[in-house]
C-alpha cells in the first residue's frame, strides 16, 4: 500500500469486499484487522504520478450505475476523501480513515512501513498490534512473493503462516502481472501449499483458498479452519448476491481448473 493510491478504484473494491466480511453490510461477521503494508515511493516510482486511478469518483450517471450502487455510503466517503485531498492540495493517508466510517469500529490497523532490514521484528509488530482480530487483511503494494520478487512491496508466504498458526484467516490484496496465466498458477500453488500447512496444524480444509478478480487485481479469500469458513463463505455468498456481483464487477476464480 502506498498512501497516494488511497480511495482509488482498488480501494473502492477492496474495501467493498471488506464490509461484507467484516458484517459491516449484515449477517455474522469477524473481527477484523489490516497491515496495511505501507510503502513509499521510490524516484522511478514518483516520477510516473501513479495514484490517479480516480476518474470512477466523477459525478456522472456511468459512475453511479456501475459503481456507487454497489455501496452508496462507502462510494460518498472516499469521493469526499478524495475531494478534499485535491481542493487543499493535501497528501492523502491511511490515518484519514475515522474508525467505524467505512471498516468497523475497533477495526485494529497496523501502519507501520515494511521494513527490509529487520523484515521479521516488522511482521511481530504488526501481529502484536492486531492481535484481537479474526480476520485480517494483508494489503501489499504489489502482491503475494515470487522466485524472483520478495522486497518490501510483497507480502511473504512465512508471514501467511504465521498468521494462520494464531488461528487468524486472511484476505490478500494482488495486484496482477502480465500474465494471467501466471497469476493463476501461482494462486493454485499456494492454496495447495497453504491446504498442506493447515492439514499439518490439524485443520482439515480442502481448499483454503477463494479467489475474486475486481478491475483485473485479485483478492484472496484464505480460512485458517472450519468454523472461519462457514462463516466466511456464508458472507460471501451474500456479497455475491449484492450489486457488486452484478454485470461481471466482481467474478470468481475457479482454482480447480
Same mark, same amino acid.
Request: aromatic share 10%; proline share 3%.
Given at each position: 500500500?502506498?498512501?497516494?493510491?488511497?480511495?482509488?478504484?482498488?480501494?473502492?473494491?477492496?474495501?467493498?469486499?471488506?464490509r461484507f466480511l467484516s458484517g459491516m453490510r449484515g449477517g455474522?461477521?469477524?473481527?477484523?484487522?489490516?497491515?496495511?503494508?505501507?510503502?513509499?515511493?521510490?524516484? =522511478?516510482?514518483?516520477?510516473?504520478?501513479?495514484?490517479?486511478?480516480?476518474?470512477?469518483?466523477?459525478? +456522472?450517471?456511468?459512475? /453511479?450505475?456501475?459503481?456507487? #450502487?454497489?455501496?452508496?455510503?462507502?462510494?460518498?466517503?472516499?469521493?469526499? &476523501?478524495?475531494?478534499? +485531498?485535491? #481542493?487543499?492540495?493535501?497528501?492523502?493517508? #491511511?490515518?484519514?480513515?475515522?474508525?467505524?466510517?467505512?471498516?468497523?469500529?475497533?477495526?485494529?490497523?497496523?501502519?507501520?512501513? #515494511?521494513?527490509?532490514?529487520a523484515r521479521h521484528g516488522w511482521f511481530d509488530a504488526a501481529?502484536?498490534? =492486531?492481535?484481537?482480530?479474526?480476520?485480517?487483511? &494483508?494489503?501489499?503494494?504489489?502482491?503475494? /512473493?515470487?522466485?524472483?520478487?520478495?522486497?518490501?512491496?510483497?507480502?511473504?508466504?512465512? /508471514?501467511?503462516?504465521?498468521?494462520?498458526?494464531?488461528?487468524?484467516?486472511l484476505v490478500v490484496y494482488q495486484n496482477p502481472s502480465r500474465?494471467?496465466?501466471?497469476?493463476?498458477?501461482?494462486?493454485?500453488?499456494?492454496?495447495?501449499?497453504? +491446504?498442506?500447512?493447515?492439514?499439518?496444524?490439524?485443520?482439515?480444509?480442502?481448499?483454503?483458498?477463494?479467489?475474486?478478480?475486481?478491475? +483485473?487485481?485479485?483478492?484472496?479469500?484464505?480460512?485458517?479452519? =472450519?468454523?472461519?469458513?462457514?462463516?466466511?463463505?456464508?458472507?460471501?455468498?451474500?456479497?455475491?448476491?449484492?450489486?457488486?456481483?452484478?454485470?461481471?464487477?466482481?467474478?470468481? =476464480?475457479?482454482?480447480?481448473?
Open positions: 500500500m502506498q498512501n497516494r493510491y488511497l480511495g482509488d478504484i482498488a480501494d473502492f473494491g477492496k474495501f467493498g469486499i471488506l455474522q461477521a469477524l473481527a477484523l484487522g489490516t497491515i496495511w503494508y505501507l510503502n513509499e515511493p521510490d524516484e =522511478v516510482q514518483a516520477a510516473r504520478n501513479e495514484g490517479n486511478l480516480i476518474n470512477y469518483l466523477n459525478v +456522472s450517471l456511468y459512475n /453511479e450505475l456501475n459503481f456507487r #450502487v454497489c455501496d452508496p455510503d462507502l462510494y460518498d466517503f472516499l469521493r469526499q &476523501l478524495v475531494g478534499a +485531498s485535491l #481542493v487543499n492540495g493535501i497528501e492523502r493517508n #491511511v490515518g484519514q480513515i475515522p474508525d467505524g466510517a467505512i471498516l468497523p469500529n475497533a477495526s485494529q490497523y497496523y501502519d507501520g512501513p #515494511v521494513l527490509d532490514d501481529l502484536d498490534q =492486531v492481535n484481537d482480530a479474526e480476520l485480517v487483511f &494483508l494489503d501489499p503494494d504489489i502482491g503475494m /512473493e515470487t522466485q524472483r520478487n520478495h522486497g518490501r512491496q510483497y507480502a511473504l508466504v512465512n /508471514e501467511l503462516t504465521r498468521a494462520l498458526d494464531q488461528g487468524k484467516s500474465n494471467r496465466n501466471t497469476d493463476l498458477n501461482r494462486i493454485q500453488n499456494l492454496n495447495a501449499y497453504l +491446504s498442506q500447512h493447515l492439514q499439518d496444524l490439524g485443520h482439515h480444509i480442502q481448499q483454503p483458498i477463494r479467489a475474486f478478480v475486481w478491475q +483485473s487485481r485479485f483478492f484472496l479469500i484464505i480460512t485458517s479452519n =472450519v468454523a472461519h469458513q462457514g462463516f466466511l463463505w456464508d458472507q460471501l455468498e451474500r456479497f455475491q448476491n449484492s450489486d457488486w456481483y452484478g454485470h461481471g464487477r466482481f467474478t470468481e =476464480v475457479n482454482l480447480n481448473l
